[in-house]
């Protein structure tokens, strides 16, 4: 849980949203509410990732991630390989 600025507390993700083209993708790492869809509505960009590039391309703004870890943010199971490399 995580407190926003209008004092209302949300659950909080960190995950994957999909970008790119078909059988082209790419993801960006994002905070979402835990009930937007995948695609739908975030808080905050933390970095990119492609991995039809070789090697895997990955960018990610390792304070904010931190930061987000540290007031509450759940991490999904990928986003959280990310954050522990």
């Known amino acids: 849980m995580v407190a926003l600025k209008g004092g209302e507390t949300v659950l909080v993700r960190m995950r994957l949203m999909r970008v790119g ?3 082209n993708p790419r993801y960006r790492i ?17 970095g990119h990732y ?3 590039r ?3 391309e990955l960018n990610i703004n390792r304070e904010r991630a931190l930061y987000w ?7 999904q199971r990928r986003s959280l390989g990310f954050c522990a490399s």
Do not use: C, H, M, W
């Not at 509410?33 to 905050?44: L, W």
């Not at 870890?69 to 991490?75: D, F, H, N, T, Y």
């Open 50 to 52: 492609n991995p039809t």
């Open 54 to 56: 070789e090697p895997e």
């Open 21 to 23: 083209a078909r059988n």
């Open 69 to 75: 870890l540290s007031v509450g943010a759940q991490p």
């Open 30 to 46: 994002v905070v979402a509410d835990a009930k937007a869809p995948r695609n739908g509505k975030f808080i905050e960009i933390l």
